[in-house]
């Protein structure tokens, strides 16, 4: 055994990522960073889904996108499985990497027929706190089954008792370090063109939650906390709805109206610029109503030595406890984070410079791991 994994760095793989759509979300991200490391590194990185905004950054860099209506749950889809049997006859790629739940099913059932013998090999990952029913099951259905933090393999565990144990591999998310560099700040010309459209945030103390308008990401709370702050202190809200969304939308900013505070409350509306909302951020906060997966923005932050507050479940508890457990909360108690903010007023604490283990190269590597693995095996 050795033996082969001092061979594993010299298999040259050819995978095909499997997801429902290429426009926005971490599962995408993921998927075009898979896709950018196998092709930097030799391999053959190959993506099937229904299109979107980011196909051609995925292929710009580097690896081939095969558009097939992989993603609405309608019995037409499963004219899709023969035609998925097909290509992977065709392309014969040594991995099939299934990463939502649609795409998964389909491209289970044109695998799962073919001869075990010869067919490729299946890594599945399981991306977050899905519902437990056998419909989401097949997200276990991989020979290695990728979990992206401790609490999702924790989550497998609990709920699907007769999946092996042995077969689950943590592979963290992670964050490129040289893209949020500790310390960091925006330049001029993005500090002047901030000040600008949001005049009201300057010279006060900025206390931001980011992430999409839904209630799983607690906007109630995050009023509640800055109801609680001197004037000095303005929330930024930073993200935007989904048009799905725009009644929630509107029943928040009506809230801090009824609140009292709707002139301490930024909506910022969609934005790619998160690492310098971020920067120019006093503290950054997560408030979700149930544990996530992993907690991305929180990681980020820290990377740029921002203070974060969270309530301490799921993947945001596993990176605060890793990396500044100071900022761990009770889930719920938007009077102790209050408290913790104005504690910080005179004298906010600094971030140790430390060694980040999540970051976006360990995520890589972890996967191309397991890649290598299935291949060696074969």
Request: proline share 5%; hydrophobic share 40%.
């Amino acid at each position: 055994m050795q033996f082969i994994d001092s061979l594993l760095v010299f298999i040259l793989v050819k995978v095909i990522q499997i997801l429902p759509e290429l426009n926005s979300g971490g599962v995408e991200r993921g998927t075009l960073e898979v896709g950018q490391f196998l092709s930097k590194s030799g391999h053959n990185s190959v993506v099937i889904s229904n299109g979107g905004c980011l196909v051609e950054q995925l292929e710009a860099e580097g690896s081939r996108h095969i558009s097939l209506p992989v993603h609405k749950k309608h019995l037409n889809s499963i004219g899709q499985i023969k035609v998925l049997r097909s290509l992977f006859e065709k392309e014969q790629p040594d991995i099939i990497h299934l990463r939502s739940r649609l795409p998964a099913w389909l491209a289970w059932l044109a695998w799962h027929k073919m001869d075990p013998n010869t067919r490729p090999r299946l890594v599945t990952t399981v991306h977050g706190f899905n519902s437990i029913n056998r419909y989401s099951k097949i997200m276990t259905s991989g020979e290695i089954v990728i979990c992206v933090s401790n609490s999702v393999k924790d989550y497998v565990i609990e709920h699907y008792p007769d999946i092996p144990e042995s077969k689950l591999e943590v592979v963290h998310r992670g964050v490129d370090p040289a893209s949020y560099p500790n310390g960091y700040r925006p330049d001029q010309t993005w500090s002047r063109a901030w000040n600008l459209e949001f005049p009201e945030t300057v010279n006060r103390k900025l206390v931001t939650l980011p992430g999409r308008i839904t209630r799983l990401k607690g906007h109630e709370d995050f009023l509640k906390i800055i109801e609680r702050l001197p004037s000095n202190y303005h929330g930024i809200i930073a993200g935007g709805a989904h048009v799905k969304k725009a009644a929630y939308l509107q029943e928040i900013k009506q809230l801090a109206k009824s609140m009292g505070i709707a002139d301490q409350i930024t909506f910022t509306g969609h934005r790619n610029d998160f690492r310098e909302i971020l920067a120019i951020s006093d503290v950054i906060l997560s408030l979700t109503q149930q544990p996530e997966s992993f907690g991305r923005t929180t990681l980020e932050a820290l990377c740029l030595g921002k203070p974060v507050l969270g309530y301490k479940h799921g993947g945001v508890g596993e990176i605060l406890d890793q990396m500044f457990p100071q900022g761990k909360i009770e889930f719920g108690d938007v009077e102790a984070i209050s408290n913790q903010i104005l504690a910080w007023k005179q004298a906010p604490p600094a971030l140790p410079r430390q060694e980040n283990s999540l970051t976006l190269d360990q995520m890589l590597y972890g996967i191309l791991s397991v890649y290598e693995k299935l291949s060696a095996r074969k």
